[in-house]
């Protein structure tokens, strides 16, 4: 799964990505850049297995 990493400025590939619920209630996917290791965060329509 991809994710826009500001730091690099495209999008990256999420490494190790985990399934997160964020404060207001929203499912979304939480990793690092396989690049330069910031943090990305996507927001999902339902909750989805990493890897998928």
Do not use: F, H
Request: aromatic share 2%; charged share 25%; hydrophobic share 25%.
């Amino acid at each position: 799964m991809d994710a826009y990493c500001v730091k690099c400025r495209s999008q990256k590939e999420i490494k190790d990505p985990k399934a997160i619920t964020m404060v207001n209630g929203r499912p979304a996917m939480q990793g690092t850049c396989s690049n330069c290791g910031t943090k990305l965060t996507r927001i999902v329509k339902k909750t989805v297995q990493p890897g998928s």
